[in-house]
């Protein structure tokens, strides 16, 4: 298997970010190691050696989570679902709910992931719905609408979902969960880094516009105001940091902004816990 080292750094990425999903293999549907070597062109023991190092930085992440929001054991003793509906920030193998899975490890906790780069709402809906409505979830959480609220630059007056549009999906979706026993925490749309945005992704011709950000997340407010869920609003926590210092590439949370959004949801789903 003849493989430059810009080439493997390319394919490691997307492995990191679990494209291989895009394919089907999501909520556990993990393909043998085999398969998951032909996919990436890389051989089984590099994806081996790839595996460790994150799990590693999993762990590092949940100690330095759980030393800021300590885990109340006693609301971990049942057995509880968490399903996590979202994109590409969700999916990355360093995102929140990995550093989360490993902070409960050793408790009844199983995490359902619905999470697929470049997803939006309504791909949730066509390709996940009846998946997510048959996990019965105790807890589900939603980050979803970074690919929703993109236009494109040679189309610049056309957002790729539309706000109402967006808003009927999400609602839709809150509500199914609700109906089948789940309760709900929505993560606020994370900012974004424009000039790091047309460094790393040229040809995509990317364009992100803030008010755009800011209305999808004000319907994100909304919903969970009307249906009950818990809006985790993360812009108090972003504000602190320059664009630049939460991402790895302008639209992808990095490390710490992924600790930084662990640490809020882990809080939220304790206080949903006690309730």
């Known amino acids: 298997m003849d493989t430059t080292r810009e080439e493997m750094a390319a394919q490691l990425g997307s492995y990191d970010f679990q494209g291989h999903k895009s394919l089907g293999f999501w909520n556990g ?14 051989p089984a023991d590099a994806l081996c050696a790839q595996d460790a190092e994150l799990l590693r930085q999993n762990r590092e992440d949940a100690a330095a989570v759980l030393a800021e929001q300590p885990l109340d054991a006693a609301l971990w003793r049942e057995p509880c679902g968490i399903s996590i509906l979202g994109d590409s920030i969700s999916s990355w193998r360093l995102s929140f709910w990995h550093i989360l899975r490993e902070a409960l490890r050793g408790y009844p906790a199983v995490f359902h992931d619905f999470s697929v780069s470049g997803q939006k709402s309504g791909d949730l ?11 019965h979830a105790q807890l589900a959480h939603i980050m979803i609408g970074t690919n929703d609220c993109r236009r494109t630059l040679d189309v610049p007056n ?9 808003e009927k999906n999400v609602r839709f979706l809150v509500s199914a969960l609700q109906a089948g026993g789940s309760r709900v925490i929505i993560s606020s749309i994370p900012p974004v880094d424009a000039a790091a945005i047309a460094h790393d992704f040229p040809a995509h011709r990317i364009l992100y516009r ?10 994100l407010r909304r919903i969970a105001a009307e249906t009950g869920a818990v809006f985790n609003d993360m812009e108090p926590l972003y504000r602190a940091y320059a664009p630049q210092e939460l991402t790895i590439d302008g639209i992808h949370l990095n ?15 304790q206080a949903l816990r006690r309730q």
């Open 29 to 42: 549907r993990q393909p043998e190691p085999g398969v998951m070597a032909a996919v990436y062109r890389l």
């Open 125 to 135: 809906l066509a390709a996940m719905y009846p998946d997510i409505a048959r996990a």
């Open 158 to 166: 056309v957002l790729h979902t539309g706000l109402p549009e967006y």
């Open 210 to 219: 803030e008010d755009d950000r800011l209305a999808f997340n004000a319907a």
């Open 255 to 269: 490390r710490g902004a992924q600790r930084l959004l662990a640490g809020r949801v882990l809080q939220c789903m």
